[in-house]
């Protein structure tokens, strides 16, 4: 087993913040949170979200405050930064919130009541810096510590909350990715976890399924353009935005839109401005938007082309995004050369 993904600390914590709003939805599937991923990103930027309960609002924002922590102490992890999270994301839940468990516990699986093993605090510092000394990758050792405190029960509460954020502590820090569970993979990994919890599967299994199915970098690849294409674009951008700004009905978002394949390892078109220029009334729901296919651009018609694709996701102002289409049109005889250099 090898590292995925190799990225340096400024690109992991762009990939960490730029998708908060995942990490934090997927940790709240272990706690059965009825939010969904568009409620979950209105509750971290402190926006009202109707029919949720309070009680679900503080755990979404418990998880926020986990991940800042993480972000605002860049470096090598600790144990003691383990007994941290617990302590946020358990705060309003456990009976000893930071503290390892020291007293009989029990869970509920899809396959019957599973009784954890008991331990303490030292049996727990010793473990995690065995882990962590071990000649195995870092991935491994992030996944075999995830699985660790959620089988352990390492805690009075919130372990497979603490479990998560452990996992993304440990590779983000790295460089090495992070640790998701997708929608489409939730319900394979409720079951295998709670195989593995009853031994009916042991852990190198789920060491493995982890490997192939939590380890991502959401689509982002150490692929940017160079700042002289940057310039090119936005002066682009720029001559675009002056031409539609009478256009009375258009509600341009001042926010970056990042496009990606759902396959990993391909190129993350990023352009701060493209947010500005053509998506426009755009539901938060569409801020990422996963095409089957690479779309790359390379000149106006590529730009053409990824706004008609964008059209067919009904996400968007279909009149308003005509409107932008023609508008591109009708100047791109004048600037076809733009883009020649890309």
Not at 197 to 206: F, G, Q, S, T, V
Not at 240 to 254: A, E, G, P
Request: aromatic fraction near 12%; charge should be neutral.
């Amino acid at each position: 087993m090898v590292n995925k993904f190799n990225f340096n600390q400024k690109e992991s914590i762009f990939l960490l913040k730029r998708n908060l709003a995942s990490l934090i939805y997927s940790a709240g599937k272990f706690e059965n949170l009825p939010t969904t991923l568009l409620d979950t990103e209105l509750i971290i930027n402190n926006h009202k979200v109707k029919n949720i309960k309070p009680s679900d609002i503080q755990t979404i924002m418990q998880l926020k405050r986990g991940y800042e922590y993480i972000t605002n102490n860049f470096r090598q992890v600790t144990f003691e930064d383990m007994l941290t999270l617990n302590g946020i994301v358990a705060k309003y839940d456990a009976l000893y919130p930071g503290q390892v468990r020291e007293i009989q516990g029990g869970v509920s699986t899809l396959y019957g009541h599973y009784t954890p093993p008991m331990t303490n605090l030292e049996n727990e510092k010793k473990y995690f810096n065995d882990l962590l000394s071990k000649d195995i990758c870092l991935t491994e050792k992030a996944i075999r510590l995830f699985l660790h405190i959620a089988k352990t029960q390492v805690f009075y509460d919130s372990n497979k909350r603490t479990a998560f954020l452990m996992a993304n502590y440990l590779l983000s820090v790295n460089g090495h990715g992070i640790f998701v569970i997708k929608d489409e993979n939730m319900e394979e990994f409720f079951e295998l976890l709670a195989k593995y919890y009853l031994d009916m599967i042991n852990e190198d299994k789920m060491v493995n399924w982890l490997y192939d199915h939590a380890i991502s970098s959401f689509g982002f690849n150490k692929i940017s353009l160079d700042k002289t294409i940057n310039d090119k674009i936005n002066e682009f951008f720029e001559l675009v935005t002056n031409k539609l700004k009478d256009n009375q009905y258009l509600k341009i978002k001042q926010q970056s839109l990042t496009i990606f394949s759902d396959k990993e390892n391909v190129l993350m078109i990023e352009f701060d401005q493209l947010m500005k220029c053509y998506l426009l009334n755009i539901e938060k729901s569409s801020k990422k938007l996963l095409f089957e296919k690479e779309i790359t651009i390379s000149n106006i018609e590529d730009l053409i082309k990824l706004l008609e694709e964008l059209n067919k996701t009904k996400l968007v102002n279909i009149q308003a995004l005509k409107s932008v289409i023609k508008s591109i049109k009708d100047v791109s005889n004048k600037h076809e050369d733009f883009f020649e250099s890309l």
